[in-house]
Each structure stands twice: as structure tokens, then as C-alpha cells.
């Protein structure tokens, strides 16, 4: 079993930055790709960034060169550094876990385990 704690969200201006965090409980093999997914109101859960055990990094076209995904395997938590950020940016973030088996970062249907969300909130 695997057990996903994300913190590090709350409220900033347009332009501003966040550090989202993820601690993870369970083996590594639960935890070989490990993601961050966030959903708007009325919206779809859609994947912001992943990273596999092999090195493999992938993130969604609209956060590319502004968020980066990193992970710190002796404390088995997941980062999410989140820079110049805007209002569509407003969502509730969510970490996920799951085997690596070469599937998509980004689709939420390769993640076993997820965690209980942190909401971020962009002002303009």
C-alpha cells in the first residue's frame, strides 16, 4: 500500500511561485513513476508533470519551462517547483504513484495511489 501526503499549496498573485511537496510511504516498485495532476472546477483531472524511475521526465505543454518535477529518492518525496505562475494555474493539485511499465506520465489511468490534494490559487 502506498500512502501519498502532498502540502505546499495556498494563494499568490500572477507571477508569483509555489513548492508543492509529496511525501511517499511504500516500496519502490509502487512508486516507480510518480506524477502531479491538478483539476479546475468543472474540468477534467489532467496531468502537469511526471517522472519514472529511469530518468524519464514529462511535462504538459502549458506549465513547460515554468514548473519543474524532481523527486529525492532517500526521502521518497516528490517535488513540484511552480514559477511564474497564472490564474489559469488555479486548480487542486494532486501527487500520484504508481509501477513504472513505460505508460504515459500524463494520463491519470497509470497511477494506482493518489493523494489527498492541495489546492494552489493564482490571483491576477
Known amino acids: 500500500q502506498v500512502q501519498l501526503v502532498e502540502s505546499g499549496g495556498g494563494s499568490v498573485q500572477a507571477g508569483g511561485s509555489l513548492r508543492l511537496s509529496c511525501a511517499a510511504s511504500?516500496?519502490?516498485?509502487?512508486?516507480?513513476?510518480m506524477g502531479w495532476f491538478r483539476q479546475a472546477p468543472g474540468k477534467e483531472r489532467e496531468g502537469v508533470a511526471g517522472?519514472?524511475?529511469?530518468?524519464?521526465?514529462t511535462y504538459a505543454n502549458s506549465v513547460k519551462d515554468r514548473f519543474t518535477i524532481s523527486k529525492d529518492k532517500a526521502k521518497n518525496t516528490l517535488y513540484l517547483e511552480m514559477n511564474s505562475l497564472k490564474p489559469e494555474d488555479t486548480a487542486m493539485y494532486y501527487c500520484?504513484?504508481?509501477?513504472?511499465?513505460?505508460?504515459?506520465?500524463?494520463?491519470?489511468?497509470?497511477?494506482?495511489?493518489w493523494g489527498q490534494g492541495t489546492q494552489v490559487t493564482v490571483s491576477s
Open positions: 500520484a504513484a504508481g509501477p513504472w511499465r513505460g505508460q504515459s506520465l500524463l494520463l491519470k489511468e497509470g497511477y494506482n495511489y
Open positions: 511504500g516500496s519502490a516498485y509502487s512508486t516507480g513513476s
Open positions: 517522472t519514472a524511475r529511469n530518468g524519464v521526465i
